[in-house]
């Protein structure tokens, strides 16, 4: 793509950026009393028309969860259309298709726990390659294997891994193993589709990968431990080419007798942060406070990527984190003002940035 290209995209991106909720506006939205007063307060925003146009059909938390996932879905649809090249239509779907595996996780997450579908849809956010009426299709499946099996019959390339691991699912029925199949598969194909042609863009891309690949593998390595698994072949747990950490440092790291020697093992690398949990939570393995740090310090590298090279794929990949941290923020907003959350606990699950 040549710069007269990326003036025209990246001046289009950094008009939707300052269209965005700042940290003063989001924390003003927290103290809503109710539900009507909140979706008031955001059709001052450029959530405006999404949420007009959904209150023809809901209302309520319906109404704001309709709106967002509409607007976000229209907005990064219309970066794709900004971008003739092929080359930088690969680099922003994959990061779109992180969507795709987050869709595919909270279906079957909800099976697991026999949701019903209505529910499961409420989670979904078609923004990936699978629109509305496939994740629709696949939340209204009886059970796990069935959604597999559907992903299988429509031959989309994620029923592999799932299809590969299905049985040691059924066996151990720990979603982790289903879970950790995927991301594989898609960290891994996404590092192939970058080994072109090396330029400033890619390794943006690039970069972002290792990453989530060295958080894939932390959070594997926490399961292992807390969840004391034997393991007998590293490669099964582990996924190479992570930014930070080296595979002989996570084979140490799975050998650990608690999730404090983990996070001890972590204090000399950039993931020394999860240190700062609270004690009780390590000690009692509450790993989803470690994951919540964790995907905060993904959407804060990836919202970083503003800072660099202005005439590059780097606008893109920072509003796309960005305006997924926003509506993530105004989701949470939205349920905790429902189920009455102190205003305080709201602001501490939510991610600044």
């Known amino acids: 793509m040549d710069e007269m290209d990326y003036s025209y995209a990246n001046a289009r991106i950094r008009a939707m950026k300052s269209r965005l909720l700042d940290h003063h506006a989001l924390n003003e939205l927290t103290n809503k009393p109710d539900i009507d007063t909140l979706i008031a307060s955001l059709e001052e925003t450029a959530y405006k028309n999404e949420l007009q146009k959904a209150g023809i059909e809901h209302s309520g938390i319906l109404q704001v969860e309709t709106a967002l996932r509409r607007d976000l879905v229209y907005k990064f649809r219309q970066i794709l259309r900004f971008f003739l090249d092929e080359d930088e239509k690969i680099y922003i779907r994959i990061i779109l ?7 595919i996780k909270t279906i079957l997450r909800g099976k697991k726990i026999n949701a019903h579908h209505d529910e499961i849809e409420e989670n979904l956010v078609p923004a990936g390659e699978l629109d509305y009426a496939a994740l ?11 959604v597999i099996d559907l992903l299988a ?9 799932l299809t590969r691991r299905l049985q040691e699912y059924l066996e151990k029925r720990d979603l982790a193993i289903l879970e950790f199949a995927l991301d594989r598969f898609y960290l891994e194909n996404a590092r192939r589709a970058l080994t072109g042609d090396d330029n400033y863009s890619q390794g943006i891309v690039l970069d972002l990968l290792k990453t989530e690949i060295d958080v894939a593998n932390i959070r594997m390595v926490l399961r292992v431990v807390r969840d004391r698994i034997h393991v007998e072949e590293p490669g099964d747990y582990l996924i190479e080419g992570g930014k930070y950490l080296s595979l002989d440092q996570l084979v140490q790291m799975l050998a650990a007798r608690s999730i404090e020697e983990v996070v001890k ?9 999860l240190a700062e949990v609270g004690r009780e939570d390590l000690v009692l393995g509450r790993i989803s406070v470690l994951e919540r740090e964790l995907e905060r310090f993904m959407i804060k590298k990836g919202c970083s990527s503003f800072l660099k090279d202005p005439m590059s794929i780097a606008i893109p990949v920072g509003y796309i984190w960005a305006k997924q941290n926003e509506v993530t923020n105004i989701r949470i907003i939205a349920r905790s003002i429902l189920g009455q959350v102190p205003e305080k606990e709201m602001q501490r699950v939510m991610t600044y940035v």
């Not at 298709?97 to 869709?103: E, F, I, S, T, Y």
Request: hydrophobic letters at 40%; charged letters at 30%.
């Open 265 to 273: 093992e972590l204090i000399q690398t950039p993931y020394a942060f």
């Open 97 to 103: 298709n992180r969507w795709d595996l987050q869709n």
């Open 136 to 146: 629709i299709e696949f939340a209204e499946q009886p059970d796990i294997r069935a």
């Open 153 to 161: 019959t429509w031959r989309i390339e994620y029923a592999r891994p």
